[in-house]
């Protein structure tokens, strides 16, 4: 009884753990291993090369430009997107006129994909005819080259990422103040708490286990999503807005240098170990998932 | 001072609400006039259709659509049988080894398909897949997160109702489907949107590994019939954006209220 | 009854003979690029419907595919996957690479009458020198431009300058550039003298900047770079000092995406562009443009730029032989004719030039040839072994000079330093 139960766990896990295997784990082994072979040139075969990728990688200023560049968009993006999705959670589920409608605004940005309304976007930035130094002028500022400008071209990559991400997490924030239990909070305000008191004693501690949630997925874009890299920036100017998983991109299939893209591509992926090792700690002590 | 705090607090809803819907106004503005008041507002300026046109003519947006619904649809069927199986499996049936498992499925949630995309090519084009539906689809087919999830709910199904299925003669798949699918219908409504939305916008991956109109999605296709480097023609291009989003927001407008509804009674919180 | 079987056979043999006529039907695939405005794919189809017409033998799928560089990485993907591809239009500057890959073979090895070894000599010099190594023709030029400079005759006017005297050397557009910079009450500029644009090929309009200069960026081998001699640094510094000198120009990156926009929106008085886009500039200026040389200093000077036809080694001799068929439908002179007309980019060959309807053209519209005039200037488009990586160096470092983070000199040592680590293989 015992084995055949035992089988029969297998088998169901069989179909997910096969594929799981083949576009997981087997290629993450082989991006280790590619790593360390040098590149198959003019008709030479790829050869052992041991840690000379490596090498090359560190002596690589751009590699470096675009891991600081990768944190400081992961620093950016997160809590942003984060905080502007507990706003957006706490006015939709107020008792606000027309929040149906702005429930609908907020969630629009999840229904237009990142590389059409990259197009729009460069409507926004584009220096002499765009909307933003439109505005600006009107405000009687200076115009800004948003993506020409090697200060602001990361940051406005940033702020088209958060209005991407916000509305989405919003849902996720707006499920949980759904289920939160209304006694609590009637019984606060019996005690004549004020608003933001309870939103910080009872609402903020409440909402935690989504915020961890959000959180890992917020973590996780910031490293994987470049979409709009390839409308608005391509990386540039001299890669001032270059992101990691953009540069793999370059390498393996502009520069045909896949062993090196695999050498960056183990970078990456011990990041995000290390990233869930981190979390998932965070998670273990503070939810407890049953 | 309530009031006033109020007060700032709704203007800044709605600013907020504002500026996050400004790219879609602007883009039915660009596509309903001419191309000369793309970037200069007139309130008075004509009207005119011919940017659909024209960007209907530009690109097979129709092929596009059917590639994305297929490819969607092949992700999305796929990874409910293969979650709720392993799901069920990592949640009620112990066995050794187990954890390990669940580790070991737990990292795709950190390694994801995105970051592998040489390898994965690599992987495909050995398998003589690459530029088909199923291609784009195989690497996302079995989801850490959609077992996680699917896991957490199927745990928290009473035994009892297992036991009184059992005895009236349900074999373990019969009990699966009959007790703890409709129990999960919530989860799986919650993790569908997640899914859908997620490989409606994906770009990356399918951008590497289509090749022609046979296969290239909404996303795929919509980079090449917008890429900058063409000169960029927003009139169109916004024409083009509204044609591909269309429909998946007019589904939405239809049935939010569902939409929205259904996802805030799962288990996600 | 018998006429019925009678015609019952008769259908049934025509149906045999349509059915191997479909069999024996040779299928090319081609990959095209399009990097310039203006509906393309629709005049590219055009053009293969009208050569299959032509051909019923010969079937053509013919798959639009983005970008220079996306072009090249689906062509070769498919290559790789395993699915057909027989031949392809892809950048002219990626020879050395596809060489490098083995995926290419050269057209003299194609080519069996003497007919068709003279079409090879057909085409215009300039535009075979990014197609030809070791002496051998890899690319059949097809959608080929110079740069040009695009200027506003009527902001010429407004400045109290000569429209039909735009600036013949560098010194001469920094001045009018000053007169044609109009700012408003409060000092900010409303439109600017010139625009170069730096994005997605700065190294091409670099290219221009270092011929006129009376420099080359590298050797025909493509294993050796010249980033930092002295008059290729000057050339750098000439494009910096629009903006940070002359005031001219905007500071940091601009758009190769948008400057059309600008110059149509009248942000700019001056573009320098692909003449590719010369059709789509002419179609919705609201005011009168004209056309020209690219400034000179020592000299005239552009690199030619565009897509050449390169014909795969993973096809059959039918194929190869159809695929040759296919290229001279592209090349010859009526289609690049019209080609030219519908698009702006030159047509590849003297002939061309000769047919009625370019003639016509031309005529009407003397901008139309001003690329080709331009060629007796021209010289080769960046190429190098690794070329996508050793661009990335030279774009980087204009970059970084043209942002003001770095100077001429100290950017293009670090370019050349390291591009001559890369190529030193070779």
């Given at each position: 009884m015992n084995r055949i139960h035992q089988l029969y766990a297998w088998l169901m896990l069989l179909p997910a753990l096969v594929m799981l295997f083949a576009f997981t784990h087997a290629p993450t082994l082989s991006t280790v291993w590619h790593s360390l072979l040098s590149p198959a040139r003019g008709g030479r075969p790829q050869t052992f090369a041991g840690l000379s990728n490596y090498r090359m990688m560190l002596e690589d200023d751009v590699f470096w430009q675009t891991l600081t560049n990768n944190l400081w968009y992961a620093a950016g993006t997160v809590p942003s997107s984060i905080v502007l999705a507990v706003a957006m959670a706490l006015w939709v589920n107020s008792?606000?006129?027309g929040r149906t409608l702005l429930r609908l605004a907020y969630f629009t940005p999840t229904m237009l994909p990142m590389i059409a309304v990259a197009n729009i976007w460069l409507f926004f930035y584009?220096?002499?005819?765009g909307l933003f130094n439109k505005l600006l002028t009107l405000a009687g500022q200076e115009g800004i080259n948003w993506l020409g400008d090697p200060k602001w071209a990361l940051r406005s990559l940033m702020l088209m990422t958060v209005w991407k991400e916000a509305g989405f997490f919003m849902i996720f924030y707006l499920a949980a103040l759904q289920s939160l239990n209304r006694e609590m909070y009637q019984a606060a305000e019996l005690e004549g708490a004020s608003c933001w008191r309870i939103f910080r004693r009872i609402t903020l501690p409440l909402l935690m286990p989504t915020t961890l949630f959000v959180l890992v997925n917020a973590v996780l874009n910031a490293f994987k999503?470049?979409?709009?890299l390839f409308i608005l920036?391509?990386?540039?100017?001299?890669?001032?807005?270059?992101?990691l998983l953009y540069y793999i991109y370059e390498n393996a299939f502009?520069?045909?240098n896949s062993t090196y893209a695999a050498t960056l591509t183990v970078v990456l992926l011990s990041i995000l170990i290390l990233l869930a090792l981190v979390l998932f700690g965070l998670i273990e002590r503070r939810v407890h998932y049953r | 001072m309530q009031t006033l705090s109020r007060l700032l607090s709704t203007s800044a809803a709605w600013l907020l609400g504002l500026l996050w819907i400004l790219p879609l106004l602007y883009a039915v503005w660009a596509a309903i006039h001419?191309?000369?008041?793309a970037t200069r507002f007139d309130l008075l300026a004509p009207l005119t259709f011919d940017n659909f046109t024209t960007a209907w003519k530009h690109a097979p947006f129709m092929r596009f659509m059917l590639n994305t619904v297929i490819i969607t649809g092949l992700i999305l069927a796929f990874q409910l049988v293969l979650c709720t199986l392993a799901g069920y499996a990592l949640a009620r049936m112990p066995f050794r080894g187990a954890s390990v498992v669940f580790g070991l499925i737990l990292l795709q949630l950190m390694v994801m398909p995105e970051i592998l995309i040489v390898e994965n090519y690599r992987t495909l084009a050995g398998l003589g897949l690459i530029d088909t539906h199923i291609g784009v689809g195989l690497p996302y087919m079995a989801s850490a997160f959609g077992i996680f999830l699917l896991r957490q709910t199927f745990r928290t199904v009473p035994q009892d109702l297992e036991d009184a299925a059992r005895l009236e003669g349900c074999t373990r798949l019969g009990v699966l489907w009959k007790v703890f699918v409709p129990l999960a219908r919530p989860t799986y409504l919650a993790y569908g949107l997640v899914s859908v939305s997620h490989h409606w916008n994906n770009f990356l991956w399918p951008l590497v590994v289509t090749n022609t109109e046979?296969?290239?999605?909404l996303t795929v296709g919509m980079a090449i019939f917008g890429?900058?480097?063409?000169?960029?023609?927003w009139p169109v291009i916004c024409a083009g954006t509204l044609i591909a989003v269309g429909p998946l927001l007019a589904v939405f407008l239809i049935f939010q209220r569902q939409f929205v509804q259904s996802f805030m009674h799962t288990g996600l919180k | 009854m018998l006429r019925i079987g009678k015609r019952l056979l008769l259908v049934a043999l025509a149906l045999l003979a349509f059915g191997t006529a479909a069999q024996a039907k040779t299928e090319l695939t081609m990959y095209y690029p399009v990097a310039v405005g203006g509906p393309l794919t629709s005049v590219v189809d055009g053009m293969i419907q009208d050569f299959e017409r032509n051909n019923p033998d010969v079937k053509v799928n013919a798959i639009y595919a983005g970008n220079y560089n996306d072009a090249r990485v689906k062509a070769l993907a498919a290559l790789k996957g395993g699915q057909?591809?027989?031949l392809s239009v892809l950048f002219s500057i990626d020879v050395h690479e596809l060489m490098e890959l083995d995926a290419i073979m050269p057209f003299d090895d194609v080519v069996e009458t003497d007919d068709e070894r003279q079409w090879l000599q057909s085409f215009y010099p300039a535009l075979m020198e990014n197609g030809i190594v070791n002496g051998k023709v890899y690319g059949i030029p097809f959608q080929r431009s110079t740069i040009v400079m695009y200027y506003n005759k009527d902001a010429f006017r407004e400045a109290g300058l000569?429209?039909?005297?735009?600036?013949?050397?560098w010194d001469e557009m920094a001045q009018m550039g000053q007169k044609l910079t109009k700012k408003d009450a409060s000092g900010?500029?409303?439109?600017?003298g010139v625009m170069i644009p730096s994005t997605g090929y700065p190294y091409w309009m670099f290219g221009a900047l270092a011929k006129q200069n009376g420099?080359?960026?590298?050797?025909g081998a493509g294993?050796?770079?010249?980033?930092?001699k002295p008059g290729v640094v000057e050339a750098l510094t000439y494009w910096r000092d629009?903006?940070?000198?002359?005031?001219?120009m905007p500071q940091g990156a601009i758009d190769w995406g948008t400057l059309r926009q600008n110059f149509m929106e009248q942000k700019t008085a001056i573009m320098w562009h692909s003449t590719g886009n010369l059709t789509a500039v002419k179609e919705s200026a609201t005011f009168d443009f004209g056309v020209a040389f690219l400034p000179a200093h020592k000299n005239y000077g552009s690199p030619t730029g565009g897509g050449n036809f390169y014909i795969f080694k993973q096809s059959t001799p039918e194929e190869r032989k159809a695929a040759i068929r296919l290229v001279r439908h592209m090349t010859n002179p009526e289609q690049a004719a019209l080609w030219s007309i519908a698009?702006?980019?030159?047509?590849?060959?003297p002939a061309s030039y000769e047919t009625q309807a370019l003639k016509t053209y031309v005529a009407d519209?003397?901008?139309?040839?001003v690329a080709r005039d331009q060629l007796q200037y021209a010289t080769a488009e960046l190429?190098?072994?690794q070329s996508g990586r050793v661009r990335k160096l030279l774009d980087d470092a204009i970059q970084s000079v043209l942002n003001g983070e770095k100077q001429p000199q100290e950017a293009l040592d670090a370019a050349q330093k390291q591009a001559e680590r890369i190529l030193s293989g070779y």
């Amino acid at each position: 009884m015992n084995r055949i139960h035992q089988l029969y766990a297998w088998l169901m896990l069989l179909p997910a753990l096969v594929m799981l295997f083949a576009f997981t784990h087997a290629p993450t082994l082989s991006t280790v291993w590619h790593s360390l072979l040098s590149p198959a040139r003019g008709g030479r075969p790829q050869t052992f090369a041991g840690l000379s990728n490596y090498r090359m990688m560190l002596e690589d200023d751009v590699f470096w430009q675009t891991l600081t560049n990768n944190l400081w968009y992961a620093a950016g993006t997160v809590p942003s997107s984060i905080v502007l999705a507990v706003a957006m959670a706490l006015w939709v589920n107020s008792g606000m006129a027309g929040r149906t409608l702005l429930r609908l605004a907020y969630f629009t940005p999840t229904m237009l994909p990142m590389i059409a309304v990259a197009n729009i976007w460069l409507f926004f930035y584009t220096p002499e005819v765009g909307l933003f130094n439109k505005l600006l002028t009107l405000a009687g500022q200076e115009g800004i080259n948003w993506l020409g400008d090697p200060k602001w071209a990361l940051r406005s990559l940033m702020l088209m990422t958060v209005w991407k991400e916000a509305g989405f997490f919003m849902i996720f924030y707006l499920a949980a103040l759904q289920s939160l239990n209304r006694e609590m909070y009637q019984a606060a305000e019996l005690e004549g708490a004020s608003c933001w008191r309870i939103f910080r004693r009872i609402t903020l501690p409440l909402l935690m286990p989504t915020t961890l949630f959000v959180l890992v997925n917020a973590v996780l874009n910031a490293f994987k999503l470049v979409d709009h890299l390839f409308i608005l920036t391509k990386g540039g100017p001299n890669n001032a807005s270059n992101l990691l998983l953009y540069y793999i991109y370059e390498n393996a299939f502009s520069f045909f240098n896949s062993t090196y893209a695999a050498t960056l591509t183990v970078v990456l992926l011990s990041i995000l170990i290390l990233l869930a090792l981190v979390l998932f700690g965070l998670i273990e002590r503070r939810v407890h998932y049953r | 001072m309530q009031t006033l705090s109020r007060l700032l607090s709704t203007s800044a809803a709605w600013l907020l609400g504002l500026l996050w819907i400004l790219p879609l106004l602007y883009a039915v503005w660009a596509a309903i006039h001419p191309g000369e008041y793309a970037t200069r507002f007139d309130l008075l300026a004509p009207l005119t259709f011919d940017n659909f046109t024209t960007a209907w003519k530009h690109a097979p947006f129709m092929r596009f659509m059917l590639n994305t619904v297929i490819i969607t649809g092949l992700i999305l069927a796929f990874q409910l049988v293969l979650c709720t199986l392993a799901g069920y499996a990592l949640a009620r049936m112990p066995f050794r080894g187990a954890s390990v498992v669940f580790g070991l499925i737990l990292l795709q949630l950190m390694v994801m398909p995105e970051i592998l995309i040489v390898e994965n090519y690599r992987t495909l084009a050995g398998l003589g897949l690459i530029d088909t539906h199923i291609g784009v689809g195989l690497p996302y087919m079995a989801s850490a997160f959609g077992i996680f999830l699917l896991r957490q709910t199927f745990r928290t199904v009473p035994q009892d109702l297992e036991d009184a299925a059992r005895l009236e003669g349900c074999t373990r798949l019969g009990v699966l489907w009959k007790v703890f699918v409709p129990l999960a219908r919530p989860t799986y409504l919650a993790y569908g949107l997640v899914s859908v939305s997620h490989h409606w916008n994906n770009f990356l991956w399918p951008l590497v590994v289509t090749n022609t109109e046979r296969s290239r999605p909404l996303t795929v296709g919509m980079a090449i019939f917008g890429a900058p480097e063409s000169g960029v023609d927003w009139p169109v291009i916004c024409a083009g954006t509204l044609i591909a989003v269309g429909p998946l927001l007019a589904v939405f407008l239809i049935f939010q209220r569902q939409f929205v509804q259904s996802f805030m009674h799962t288990g996600l919180k | 009854m018998l006429r019925i079987g009678k015609r019952l056979l008769l259908v049934a043999l025509a149906l045999l003979a349509f059915g191997t006529a479909a069999q024996a039907k040779t299928e090319l695939t081609m990959y095209y690029p399009v990097a310039v405005g203006g509906p393309l794919t629709s005049v590219v189809d055009g053009m293969i419907q009208d050569f299959e017409r032509n051909n019923p033998d010969v079937k053509v799928n013919a798959i639009y595919a983005g970008n220079y560089n996306d072009a090249r990485v689906k062509a070769l993907a498919a290559l790789k996957g395993g699915q057909p591809a027989q031949l392809s239009v892809l950048f002219s500057i990626d020879v050395h690479e596809l060489m490098e890959l083995d995926a290419i073979m050269p057209f003299d090895d194609v080519v069996e009458t003497d007919d068709e070894r003279q079409w090879l000599q057909s085409f215009y010099p300039a535009l075979m020198e990014n197609g030809i190594v070791n002496g051998k023709v890899y690319g059949i030029p097809f959608q080929r431009s110079t740069i040009v400079m695009y200027y506003n005759k009527d902001a010429f006017r407004e400045a109290g300058l000569n429209p039909e005297q735009p600036p013949k050397n560098w010194d001469e557009m920094a001045q009018m550039g000053q007169k044609l910079t109009k700012k408003d009450a409060s000092g900010r500029v409303e439109r600017w003298g010139v625009m170069i644009p730096s994005t997605g090929y700065p190294y091409w309009m670099f290219g221009a900047l270092a011929k006129q200069n009376g420099e080359v960026l590298m050797n025909g081998a493509g294993n050796e770079v010249y980033f930092n001699k002295p008059g290729v640094v000057e050339a750098l510094t000439y494009w910096r000092d629009l903006s940070a000198k002359h005031g001219i120009m905007p500071q940091g990156a601009i758009d190769w995406g948008t400057l059309r926009q600008n110059f149509m929106e009248q942000k700019t008085a001056i573009m320098w562009h692909s003449t590719g886009n010369l059709t789509a500039v002419k179609e919705s200026a609201t005011f009168d443009f004209g056309v020209a040389f690219l400034p000179a200093h020592k000299n005239y000077g552009s690199p030619t730029g565009g897509g050449n036809f390169y014909i795969f080694k993973q096809s059959t001799p039918e194929e190869r032989k159809a695929a040759i068929r296919l290229v001279r439908h592209m090349t010859n002179p009526e289609q690049a004719a019209l080609w030219s007309i519908a698009t702006g980019y030159m047509g590849v060959s003297p002939a061309s030039y000769e047919t009625q309807a370019l003639k016509t053209y031309v005529a009407d519209f003397p901008a139309a040839a001003v690329a080709r005039d331009q060629l007796q200037y021209a010289t080769a488009e960046l190429s190098t072994h690794q070329s996508g990586r050793v661009r990335k160096l030279l774009d980087d470092a204009i970059q970084s000079v043209l942002n003001g983070e770095k100077q001429p000199q100290e950017a293009l040592d670090a370019a050349q330093k390291q591009a001559e680590r890369i190529l030193s293989g070779y």
